[in-house]
């Protein structure tokens, strides 16, 4: 704020408290003159400049930016009367006009007057109403003119006595000082509306006194907008679709009301940046409104959208309304009917931060589908946020990670800012998937990665395999984006796996490998928190997983993927064709995904085949041979683990998974820890031959029987 905006603000508030002095002596005269002469002093009002406060509650800020242009005000002067203090009215009157004439801006009250569409009288009413909250004289005027002391408050037919230009229409509830709750009005059941009390709405009185700010009965339910990032350095991508929805607004028909701008995505971050880019070229404040906060009863959503109309014609204000399900965010029960109430009763400037097209909207809408930048524009702000300290860091980040442009600039700051003894490379990466990680407690279970690829023991051609499917997921960028394969496919981007074999196989353990290998969040799918019974809910749940996972690049777990993608069926009732959209929808979701899918599965011939053809790589985790057992067993061992030498030839016999292999180890080390010793080989065959009466395994005594003669292998 410059000095000049000071001394300019300060100069109107002067001029605004030299109008509303001269308004009150207008007034004192109007009721002197139906009061009579009185013998009782009255107070005198007078009325000190207001000193400019700071940015936005000062009245000059309001009219320092380009608004449009208010309709010219004549000056009318009342007709003197012939009844006595006729002359002081009309004197009073014009000093009154003369005051509002000589301010450029108008005062609040004119201009009030003028942006709310107030008649004369009703003007002049309020007047009455203003001059209660500011003359203490005015209580005692209003019951010498009543002729009642109890009665020492402002009512219409007050009004229709003092006023020359009184009109019945102002009563009405469609007219401007009851319609945008101006006035409010105490009736009790027995009084008529006309002598009822009046009192003008707290909001009014400040914004007359030159006061403007939000109405505080809407701050519980809205929050401003940070504008502060909506800079020139917007991206590309994004600048695009500002100037987009720039140019509709000024091509829209001046007779209606502005178009609801439809943010369609599922990034509300950048449809946040869109809208705000958009605020400030118009000089605009917007206001977020998660709808899940909407009144549920229709004459609250009534009350808040006349509450924010009349806002929007006082304040350089607009709404963003975000109804997307995103940030953790659920809609309320019934806030979808509420939220189509409120967008076809307000006006001005609105955003509708939605997941896809609101539907059934009457008014004008544009509809504009905003997404992440590419993934160029996320490696170039990464550069422009890292600076010198970049090196080859955005490449890889922009890459393995879908980012907004918001989150770019949070996380690049937060791992400058950190001392850790970490290289820049780590800060970044560790801050971004704890950033990332996704809220899904309520559908999937997160697993921290511990196995590495020398925990794992498969055939070469198995391992070549998930060492390939780990070397795409890192270089998916580089085939997609720059090599130009994103550009001649239109779906097929993400990178899915199926995970084929029994139990104990190793499919869990491959899955942890590849995401320990990647340092990207892992988790595993509840089925049974997924899968609903109520027709759509299965979508839903599964939408929800997808869009919370896609920013990190988190990898996504089915296990026994085999009952969320069985075959789809022959359609014999509701049931059968809902269950086969079910799976219609999997198959674009998995299309879709851009990050690493693993279905792990025990029967491989119970999935569709139409999954079968979609995924890129297949795995088949086949029961281990003797020497992949006996390479289970000794990597089984922790290093750290007293133990005497295994004879691992003769444990490589037991015909077992490495599943079973994990916990017949596990509990030898208990048993050995119970008895205050090494691990030795009659402990290991003890909990083998526990493990073997578990699974239901025929046993043989002599499989499991050790004598000291024979010896260990180490």
Same mark, same amino acid.
């Given at each position: 704020?410059?000095?000049?905006?000071?001394?300019?603000?300060?100069?109107?508030?002067?001029?605004?408290?030299?109008?509303?002095?001269?308004?009150?002596?207008?007034?004192?005269?109007?009721?002197?003159?139906? %009061?009579?002469?009185?013998?009782?002093?009255?107070? !005198?009002?007078?009325?000190?400049?207001?000193?400019?406060?700071?940015?936005?509650?000062?009245?000059?800020?309001?009219?320092?930016?380009?608004?449009?242009?208010?309709?010219?005000?004549?000056?009318?002067?009342?007709?003197?009367?012939?009844?006595?203090?006729?002359?002081?009215?009309?004197?009073?009157? *014009?000093?009154?006009?003369?005051?509002?004439?000589?301010? &450029?801006?108008?005062?609040?009250?004119?201009?009030?007057?003028?942006?709310?569409?107030?008649?004369?009288?009703?003007?002049?009413?309020?007047?009455?109403?203003?001059?209660?909250?500011?003359?203490?004289?005015?209580?005692?005027?209003?019951?010498?003119?009543?002729?009642?002391?109890?009665?020492?408050?402002?009512?219409?037919?007050?009004?229709?006595?003092?006023?020359?230009?009184?009109?019945?229409?102002?009563?009405?509830?469609?007219?401007?000082? +009851?319609?945008?709750?101006?006035?409010?009005?105490?009736?009790?059941?027995?009084?008529?509306?006309?002598?009822?009390?009046?009192?003008?709405?707290?909001?009014?009185?400040?914004?007359?006194?030159?006061?403007?700010?939000?109405?505080?009965?809407?701050?519980?339910?809205?929050?401003?907008?940070?504008?502060?990032?909506?800079?020139?350095?917007?991206?590309? !991508?994004?600048?695009?679709?500002?100037?987009?929805?720039?140019?509709?607004?000024?091509?829209?028909?001046?007779?209606? !009301?502005?178009?609801?701008?439809?943010?369609?995505?599922?990034?509300?971050?950048?449809?946040?940046?869109?809208?705000?880019?958009?605020?400030?070229?118009?000089?605009?404040?917007?206001?977020?409104?998660?709808?899940?906060?909407?009144?549920?009863?229709?004459?609250?959503?009534?009350?808040?959208?006349?509450?924010?109309?009349?806002?929007?014609?006082?304040?350089?204000? #607009?709404?963003?309304?975000?109804?997307?399900?995103?940030?953790?965010?659920?809609?309320?029960?019934?806030?979808?009917?509420?939220?189509?109430?409120?967008?076809?009763?307000?006006?001005?400037?609105?955003?509708?931060?939605?997941?896809?097209?609101?539907?059934?909207?009457?008014?004008?809408?544009?509809?504009?589908?905003?997404?992440?930048?590419?993934?160029?524009?996320?490696?170039?702000?990464?550069?422009?946020?890292?600076?010198? %300290?970049?090196?080859?860091?955005?490449?890889?980040?922009?890459?393995?990670?879908?980012?907004?442009?918001?989150?770019?600039?949070?996380?690049?700051?937060?791992?400058?800012?950190?001392?850790?003894?970490?290289?820049?490379?780590?800060?970044?990466?560790?801050?971004?998937?704890?950033?990332? +990680?996704?809220?899904?407690?309520?559908?999937?279970?997160?697993?921290?990665?511990?196995?590495?690829?020398?925990?794992?023991?498969?055939?070469?051609?198995?391992?070549?395999?998930?060492?390939?499917?780990?070397?795409?997921?890192?270089?998916?960028?580089?085939?997609?984006?720059?090599?130009?394969?994103?550009?001649?496919?239109?779906?097929?981007?993400?990178?899915?796996?199926?995970?084929?074999?029994?139990?104990?196989? #190793?499919?869990?353990?491959?899955?942890?490998?590849?995401?320990?290998?990647? +340092?990207?969040?892992?988790?595993?799918?509840?089925?049974?928190?997924?899968?609903?019974?109520?027709?759509?809910?299965?979508?839903?749940?599964?939408?929800?997983?997808?869009?919370?996972?896609?920013?990190?690049?988190?990898?996504?777990?089915?296990?026994?993927?085999?009952?969320?993608?069985?075959?789809?069926?022959?359609?014999?009732?509701?049931?059968?064709?809902?269950?086969?959209?079910?799976?219609?929808?999997?198959?674009?979701?998995?299309?879709?995904?851009?990050?690493?899918?693993?279905?792990?599965?025990?029967?491989?011939?119970?999935?569709?085949? *139409?999954?079968?053809?979609?995924?890129?790589?297949?795995?088949?985790?086949?029961?281990?041979?003797?020497?992949?057992?006996?390479?289970?067993?000794?990597?089984?061992?922790?290093?750290?683990?007293?133990?005497?030498?295994?004879?691992? &030839?003769?444990?490589?016999?037991?015909?077992?998974?490495?599943?079973?292999?994990?916990?017949?180890?596990?509990?030898?080390?208990?048993?050995?820890?119970?008895?205050?010793?090494?691990?030795?080989?009659?402990?290991?065959?003890?909990?083998?031959?526990?493990?073997?009466?578990?699974?239901?395994?025929?046993?043989?005594?002599?499989?499991?029987?050790?004598?000291?003669?024979?010896?260990?292998?180490?």
């Amino acid at each position: 704020m410059t000095n000049n905006d000071i001394n300019a603000g300060a100069e109107w508030q002067k001029g605004n408290a030299e109008y509303l002095s001269a308004a009150m002596a207008w007034l004192r005269a109007c009721l002197e003159r139906c %009061a009579g002469p009185s013998s009782e002093s009255q107070t !005198s009002i007078v009325l000190q400049p207001l000193q400019p406060r700071e940015e936005p509650k000062s009245m000059w800020r309001r009219f320092s930016k380009p608004q449009p242009a208010l309709p010219e005000r004549t000056p009318t002067l009342l007709p003197p009367s012939s009844e006595p203090g006729g002359e002081k009215v009309a004197a009073a009157y *014009a000093a009154m006009q003369a005051a509002a004439n000589a301010m &450029d801006p108008p005062p609040a009250l004119v201009s009030l007057t003028q942006r709310l569409g107030l008649s004369a009288f009703e003007e002049h009413l309020l007047i009455l109403c203003v001059g209660m909250e500011l003359d203490t004289g005015v209580a005692a005027y209003c019951a010498r003119c009543q002729k009642d002391p109890a009665r020492n408050y402002p009512t219409f037919a007050l009004a229709f006595t003092i006023f020359d230009d009184a009109s019945w229409s102002a009563l009405s509830p469609e007219r401007p000082l +009851r319609y945008w709750r101006l006035i409010e009005i105490t009736q009790p059941s027995y009084q008529p509306l006309t002598t009822s009390g009046l009192r003008v709405d707290e909001r009014i009185v400040n914004y007359i006194k030159g006061l403007n700010y939000l109405d505080d009965r809407l701050l519980p339910l809205v929050s401003p907008l940070d504008q502060r990032a909506a800079g020139a350095d917007l991206p590309g !991508s994004h600048s695009d679709v500002v100037e987009k929805i720039i140019q509709s607004m000024k091509q829209a028909d001046p007779s209606r !009301s502005l178009p609801i701008v439809q943010l369609v995505g599922t990034d509300s971050d950048s449809k946040e940046l869109v809208a705000a880019a958009v605020a400030n070229s118009i000089g605009l404040q917007l206001y977020r409104l998660p709808a899940s906060l909407l009144p549920t009863q229709p004459a609250d959503i009534e009350t808040f959208a006349r509450l924010w109309q009349r806002e929007s014609m006082l304040l350089p204000i #607009g709404l963003y309304l975000h109804a997307a399900e995103s940030r953790g965010e659920t809609a309320a029960p019934g806030s979808a009917p509420m939220t189509s109430h409120l967008l076809e009763r307000i006006e001005g400037v609105i955003f509708l931060d939605t997941r896809e097209g609101w539907p059934g909207l009457h008014r004008q809408n544009l509809s504009i589908e905003v997404t992440k930048p590419t993934t160029a524009e996320q490696a170039a702000a990464w550069e422009a946020e890292l600076g010198l %300290a970049a090196a080859d860091n955005p490449t890889q980040l922009a890459s393995q990670f879908n980012l907004s442009h918001t989150k770019i600039t949070q996380l690049a700051r937060e791992a400058l800012s950190q001392t850790s003894s970490a290289d820049l490379r780590e800060r970044l990466w560790q801050g971004i998937v704890s950033n990332t +990680r996704p809220q899904l407690d309520a559908l999937a279970e997160r697993i921290s990665p511990k196995a590495t690829w020398d925990d794992i023991v498969l055939p070469a051609a198995e391992t070549g395999v998930l060492q390939q499917i780990a070397q795409q997921v890192a270089q998916r960028a580089k085939v997609y984006e720059s090599w130009g394969f994103a550009e001649k496919m239109s779906r097929g981007l993400g990178i899915s796996a199926l995970f084929s074999g029994e139990s104990g196989t #190793g499919k869990t353990m491959a899955a942890e490998v590849i995401a320990n290998e990647l +340092r990207l969040n892992l988790y595993r799918i509840d089925l049974s928190a997924v899968i609903s019974k109520y027709i759509g809910e299965t979508e839903k749940n599964l939408r929800r997983l997808f869009d919370a996972t896609e920013d990190g690049g988190a990898i996504l777990f089915f296990d026994e993927a085999d009952a969320l993608f069985g075959k789809r069926s022959e359609v014999k009732d509701s049931h059968d064709r809902y269950a086969n959209i079910e799976i219609n929808y999997l198959l674009q979701k998995m299309e879709a995904y851009r990050g690493l899918a693993i279905l792990a599965t025990n029967m491989k011939s119970a999935l569709d085949s *139409a999954f079968l053809r979609r995924l890129r790589f297949i795995v088949n985790f086949q029961f281990p041979g003797r020497a992949e057992r006996k390479e289970i067993w000794r990597r089984a061992f922790p290093s750290g683990m007293p133990k005497e030498e295994l004879d691992y &030839d003769r444990l490589a016999i037991l015909n077992v998974t490495g599943g079973h292999i994990h916990n017949i180890a596990l509990n030898a080390a208990f048993l050995a820890a119970r008895a205050n010793s090494s691990v030795t080989m009659p402990l290991v065959l003890e909990a083998a031959k526990a493990e073997y009466q578990k699974i239901e395994r025929p046993i043989n005594e002599a499989e499991f029987r050790w004598t000291e003669t024979k010896k260990a292998v180490a």
